[in-house]
């Protein structure tokens, strides 16, 4: 008979163990509150760890007994000692007297045994009371409805804009005060017209005179030679000799019928140019002084002519 009370407390010690594996438990605080109050609802379950999860409480922002919730955290989970806990906080309330009914929170899952468990929270309730009304007070009527005298405000934005354009206004007279104090008197020197055979031979003589290929590199030495040449032709000739590649001012010297004489003097100073600008080309040091004197004798060879008659010839 012993044995058997020992073997009946063990079996239910086990019942027991294994029924507290499963749990749902819901707490409020507080338990009662007035209409409008909050109270914070807590939930928790703890549930094997070996399990696979077939749904879990969703719980609506109306209970079907009147309770709202107003806010909610995240639904957390973590793992300890062989077991899942699942945690959420909730702030509920109701906006009339009585005792609600929290809902039935269920966990459905299956076992290790591939078997379909339900695990159900207890009924838990919400008590909500009414605000105390003095009822020895006498009823007092509503109020007649009355008009509020209309007091239009200060145009504040006049003041705003006001101000706005001051600062505006002294933000301009900075600037150009500013401006006048950088700006320096330059002397301005007496432009005289020159024709384009002058201007092109003053320019040449000044880098001949100056040996400005001394003083600078190739490629600017080129550039600036070859930007008279340009110059030269498009005032002298009307050919956009400042627009054009070194080809299309060949091309444009052969359709105006330029000699033979002046199209070989150009022509080796516009294609040394191209080397040194765009392939790099290190010209010698007799290059410079070659391409300058080409440039002044094509300059030379193609100055307008006049005849008896006033008129003037390439």
């Known amino acids: 008979m012993r044995k058997l009370l020992i073997i009946l407390v063990i079996l239910q010690a ?8 499963d749990t749902i438990e819901i ?4 338990k009662t509150i007035k209409v409008g109050e909050i109270s914070t609802m807590s939930w928790t379950a703890k549930l094997p760890a070996q399990i696979n999860i077939i749904s879990i409480p969703e719980l609506p922002d109306s209970f079907p007994s009147g309770i709202e919730v107003l806010d909610r955290t995240d639904l957390d989970s973590s793992s300890k000692n062989g077991y ?7 702030d509920i309330s109701a906006y009339d007297s009585g005792r609600f009914a929290i809902p039935i ?7 290790a045994n591939a078997d379909t468990q339900t695990v159900l929270s207890d009924t838990v309730f919400l008590n909500c009371a009414t605000v105390a009304v003095d009822t020895t007070q006498a009823i007092k009527d509503v109020k007649d409805i009355y008009e509020v005298e209309y007091k239009k405000p200060f145009p504040w934005w006049i003041v705003f804009l006001i101000l706005g354009i001051i600062a505006l206004g002294l933000l301009i007279y900075f600037i150009i005060r500013r401006r006048k104090r950088r700006v320096t008197v330059e002397e301005v ?4 017209l020159m024709s384009a ?5 003053t320019k040449l003589n000044k880098i001949k005179e100056e040996r400005s290929w001394t003083k600078v590199n190739a490629k600017i030495y080129y550039t600036d030679l070859t930007d ?11 050919i956009e000799a ?3 590649v070194s080809s299309e001012i060949m091309d444009a010297l052969r359709k105006q019928s330029f000699s033979d004489e002046s199209k070989n003097l150009l022509s080796p100073v516009l294609r040394t140019s191209d080397y040194v600008k765009f392939a790099k080309y290190k010209p010698m040091p007799g290059d410079f002084e070659d391409s300058l004197s080409k440039a002044i004798n094509f300059v030379l060879e193609t100055r307008p002519r006049f005849s008896e008659e006033g008129g003037d010839h390439a």
């Open 242 to 244: 400042e627009e054009m």
């Open 14 to 21: 086990g019942f027991l163990q294994s029924f507290a594996q």
């Open 228 to 238: 008279i040449i340009r110059r030269y032709l498009e005032r002298q000739f009307q």
């Open 105 to 111: 929170l269920q966990f459905t899952y299956l076992d």
């Open 197 to 201: 055979f002058d201007e092109a031979m």
């Open 27 to 30: 707490k409020l605080n507080p």
């Open 189 to 192: 020197e007496e432009i005289q």
């Open 84 to 90: 899942i806990l699942f945690k959420q906080k909730l």
